[in-house]
């Protein structure tokens, strides 16, 4: 004889009857003779608004949409408040600087170092050093800083020494040229 089939024509039902027993359950509760509960209290009126009432519906709509229920209407006031949508913690963005050209043009007299004197049928030549490690040849009217906030020129090179008359960018009727030595260190 063949087993029967756990799935037979009633199989369905099977899953239905728990769901039918508490439907059951729940309309005869409903069922009894008690008094109905009080209606809910009456919702206060809105707060007139200040802003314009919402124009009313045109013809074009549907006939069968109801308006929408007008909610209180929000306004934001950012007085005194910060703004959402900045980050909270500022990126740090490096300040534009200046563009200078490399080389003497964009040092400044006092990052020079001044490492030896040449002299020759030509006169004295001054070898100085950059704070990069860099050297460099000054001649007589030579000009160093051009770009940056002072201007200097050589105005004169002796066997030990080098001399710059500098000059501020912005010329001013106080401001002055300035007398600036650098001078060779002696060996011990």
Do not use: H
Request: with cysteine.
């Amino acid at each position: 004889m063949p087993a029967k089939s756990s799935r037979g024509p009633a199989a369905p039902f099977r899953r239905l009857w728990p769901l039918a027993a508490a439907l059951a359950v729940g309309l005869s509760a409903c069922s009894g003779d008690e008094a109905p509960s009080p209606p809910p209290p009456p919702r206060p009126a809105p707060a007139p608004a200040t802003k314009a009432p919402p124009p009313a519906p045109t013809a074009a709509a549907a006939p069968d949409q109801a308006p929408a229920a007008t909610a209180a209407a929000f306004s934001y006031e950012a007085k005194g408040r910060r703004d959402p949508f900045r980050p909270l913690i500022a990126p740090k963005v490096a300040a534009p600087s200046k563009r200078v050209r490399p080389g003497l043009p964009g040092l400044r007299v006092a990052e020079l170092k001044l490492t030896g004197i040449i002299w020759g049928g030509r006169g004295y030549f001054a070898l100085v050093e950059a704070p990069d490690g860099k050297g460099y040849v000054l001649r007589k009217n030579d000009l160093v800083g051009e770009d940056a906030d002072e201007s200097a020129r050589v105005s004169a090179i002796v066997p030990d020494g080098i001399t710059f008359e500098v000059q501020g960018v912005v010329q001013t009727p106080s401001a002055r040229t300035r007398v600036v030595e650098l001078r060779l260190r002696k060996e011990e």
